[in-house]
């Protein structure tokens, strides 16, 4: 895998799988059971009854060692995923002369020099004759009694490792008081306990997440017989079946996945999340359902001591400026785990040195602190510097309304904010004078500098850019920094080979696929008609560079000499939803749902969670891109005000557009982001139906499909019968009626009847009931009149970009209500 080159593919797919060689000669034994004759060396493994699960030695990534794990059969899911390991953290190096035996009725893993190092421990002779290992299908592996093969000595299932099974549990357990614990792996090379476990909390209906054990960054909230009160998006998971058991021995959750064909798990990430992960059988990957904490730098300390998050850039982690990673290696494997050490130690107060260089504090605006702040009542600002410069342990300080913060030691959970959220604060740091002395870079963070080599391998001899953005919204002078990459239109023209292979082309220019230096690959935007100088143009770009959101495509650099303007996006190997819904390929229900919720969430970013209210104006499949694991990315965002007024010229002649267009783009009243959503709601018909709304359809069925779902829906009919013919009725129909009814609410004539993307998502997730809606009065008529969408006109769409100007002035800060961290003792 060259994943290392690009660290937005090599998060996805940590995120999604531990994606291990595979190291299994072909024709190794397969065995059935440990026993007393049999055990389990080299190459050999033990294979589930139904052969869905596989026992045997492994060795994740590069590490030179081994390890006695379980994962699915390859013929189920192909890529390597280790489910369970036995000898997470004693790993054995030779596999042919380490072996997994029966030994004084225990399972016993015993290395090289034949000495155990991992067993069940079981102590009491309960087994009236010699014990057996089985691993069952459903990926718990057994030590059961011989003649009883229905008494369990051991099971696996009471020994998760990081991943929780369907069938398994992560229960605690009452005899001896004890919490069950998830570990996530240390990294993706080292399945020793990291440092995020997920647990119950003591004998409640609670799971939380606990970093080192100690500090509680996240709760599901209590169960409620039916969900879990902070995620409640989990009701709508309607692929597993959750229940609750409580006896007398312990208590736990469990649950099933209602189709047995669907192969899904959560897992304690690397991350620090924990996540639900389904195989999809069409793409042979695994697809990411659900995650929580949501974002990254929700996870307490992430980036170790001295690291810093930053949610708007990637890789998530940088050192403080005067600090490098403790450890390169672990880095590059994301395990930001060690943090960060000084490069130059501190003089602090050795007075022997004459002429000494004091140590300095470098203001970090915009921070959210660290943690265990220590507090003193000085008077002012340089009180409490000497404070802590008198202080040789003390890191920082902070000074705000006569209240003086000082650190000792390490600075752990420090996060870069936004320019404008309100949390941030600045902090300042203690550095050695020479750091000051180096260049001009006093600043802040030192972007990039020690974002690891990562980033360096993906820059590669690429110039990083730093950008600096004015925040009007607020309009405080504070500057917001983002590194996008400044690519030479050479460069670009190479590594499109002159432009020959077009992705395709839109409103906003041609797109064409380039391969970088590193073979990764990009697709590149030539803009056509852009009326911008060179200085607005940059700010336009910056600002869409900081926009960065998992259901968007991101922007990754762009270009510009002179007329030549360019923007350089992650490439997205499955194309256009387009070529998904409507052509010969075509998506099963659940995937075309998890696309629409995708979708819906993208789209609630750009309205309601950027700085700016960002509206896209052009929502339709074919800005809707698929990554490799399907999971959708809004394209085209942010361009309208990079076209300017152009823009509408650029509108009437898209092709496929006019039929998701709103009504108020020709009664000329100011366009809301309430446009978007009548776009998503005409899009969202199309998921149903598998084909254009505005194409007449090959069933035979006749009228405009919006309109006869609506009336369908409206009647209280068989939603069956409106799905795409090709699913054969493969489909959820009470996610069909949901799907229908949002369509219908987000299609009304009046935009204030139209719901929010963010009301959109909770419908779907299933949070939100709605009622039908009512038949927007366009599709009435529309019933009658095919020609209904060629309404929109050159002349009347001359006042959309400006509409749209207006409207992006509304901005709104909502910030997620689950706090990211909370301490606990
Ligand atoms: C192991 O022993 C049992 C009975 O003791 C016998 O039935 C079985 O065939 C043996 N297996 C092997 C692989 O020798
Ligand atoms: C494993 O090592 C090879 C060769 O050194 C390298 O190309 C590859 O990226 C490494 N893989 C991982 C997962 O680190
Ligand atoms: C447990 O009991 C069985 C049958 O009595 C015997 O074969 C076995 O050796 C005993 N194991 C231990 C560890 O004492
Ligand atoms: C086997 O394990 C023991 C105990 O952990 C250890 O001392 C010994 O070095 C190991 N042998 C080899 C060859 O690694
Ligand atoms: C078995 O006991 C040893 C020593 O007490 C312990 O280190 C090990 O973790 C135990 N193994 C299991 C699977 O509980
Ligand atoms: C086998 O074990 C199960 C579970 O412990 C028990 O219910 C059953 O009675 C046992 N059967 C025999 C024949 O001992
Ligand atoms: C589990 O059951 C016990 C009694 O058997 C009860 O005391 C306890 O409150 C129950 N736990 C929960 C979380 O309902
Ligand atoms: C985790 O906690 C232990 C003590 O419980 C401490 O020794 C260790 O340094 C902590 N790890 C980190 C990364 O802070
Ligand atoms: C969900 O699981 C519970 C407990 O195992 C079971 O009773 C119930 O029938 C399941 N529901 C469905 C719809 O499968
Ligand atoms: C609780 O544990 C005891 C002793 O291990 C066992 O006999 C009993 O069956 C268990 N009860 C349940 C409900 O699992
Ligand atoms: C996925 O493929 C496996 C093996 O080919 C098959 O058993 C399973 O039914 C498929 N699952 C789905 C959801 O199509
Ligand atoms: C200062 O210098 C003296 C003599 O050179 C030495 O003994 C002492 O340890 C030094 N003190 C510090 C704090 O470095």
Redo the contacts with the bound molecule.
Sequence with gaps: MDTKKNPWLMLSLVFLSFSLNNHLSHGADTISAISANQSLSGDQTLVSAGGSFVLGFFKPGNSSNYYIGMWYSL??VSTQTIVWVANRDKPVSDKSSSVLRISDDNLVLFNESQIPVWSTNLTSNTSSSPVEAVLRDDGNLVVRDGSNSSKYLWQSFDYPTDTWLPGGKIAFKKITNENQRVFSWKNEEDPAPGLFNLQPEADTIIYIILWNRSIQYWTSGPWDGKIFSLIPELNSNYICNFSYVNNTNESYFTYSVY?P???SRFVMDVSGQIKQLT?L?NTNMWNMFWSQPKTQCEVYDFCGAFGSCNPNSLPFCSCLKGFVPKSQNEWNLLDYSGGCMRITTLQCKNTNVTNRLEDRFLPMPSMALPVQPQSVGVGNAAECESTCLNNCSCTAYAYESNNCSFWVGDLLNLKQLSGDDHNGRTLNLKLAASEFSSKKNNKGILVGAVAGSVAAVLLGLFVVVILRRRNRAVGTGKTVEGPLVAFGYRDLQNATKNFSDKLGGGGFGSVFKGTLSDSTFIAVKKLESISQGEKQFRTEVSTIGTIQHVNLVRLRGFCSEGARKLLVYDYMPNGSLESHLFHEKFLDWKTRYQIAIGTARGLTYLHEKCRECIIHCDIKPENILLDAYLCPKVADFGLAKLVGREFSRVLTTMRGTRGYLAPEWISGVAITAKADVYSYGMMLFEFVSGRRNSEPSADGKTGFFPTRAASLLAEGGDVLSLLDPRLEGNADAEEITRVCKVACWCVQDDETNRPTMGQVVQILEGVLDVNPAPIPRSLQVFADNQEHIVFFTESSSSQSSQARSNASATSSQSKSGVSSTSSKS
């Design positions: 013929s189920k189709d064909s669907i192969i195989w059988n």
